[in-house]
């Protein structure tokens, strides 16, 4: 087993151990804007309207508040939440304006072992 599977079966473990009761399922959705006549090569069409298509995706994590020395009014406000979560038991990756439990995702950044997402939310 790589490194990187060796430390995402450790916190998958204290995740259902020591952090169970900190655990909380997530919820998060994307909606895009799609076009419906892509596959039609017509510059005479007029355009159609777009449509938009959600994305919904799954997981477990731990909410957590940011220390005072992480805060920055800037780019860490008061209010923001952090979401620690592991990447192999989220169904897709997070981006920036996804919905989650309520939230709006403001920013995600990975560990350099790539075994878990920090997601920075704001309340929506």
């Given at each position: 087993?790589?490194l ?16 169970a ?37 799954t ?44 939230y ?21």
């Amino acid at each position: 087993m790589s490194l990187r599977g060796e430390l995402q079966a450790d916190l998958a473990e204290a995740f259902d151990d020591d952090l169970a009761d900190a655990m909380t399922a997530i919820v998060g959705t994307r909606t895009t804007a799609s076009d419906t006549d892509s596959s039609i090569d017509d510059w005479m069409n007029p355009p159609s309207e777009p449509t938009t298509s959600t994305l919904t995706y799954t997981g477990r994590g731990v909410f957590d508040s940011y220390t005072t020395y992480e805060l920055d009014s800037d780019i860490i406000n008061v209010t923001d939440v952090k979401l620690i979560c592991l990447q192999n038991e989220i169904t897709a990756e997070p981006i920036a304006d996804d919905k989650i439990n309520g939230y709006s995702v403001v920013r995600v950044s990975k560990d350099p072992a790539d075994a878990t997402y920090e997601i920075q939310l704001r309340q929506v």
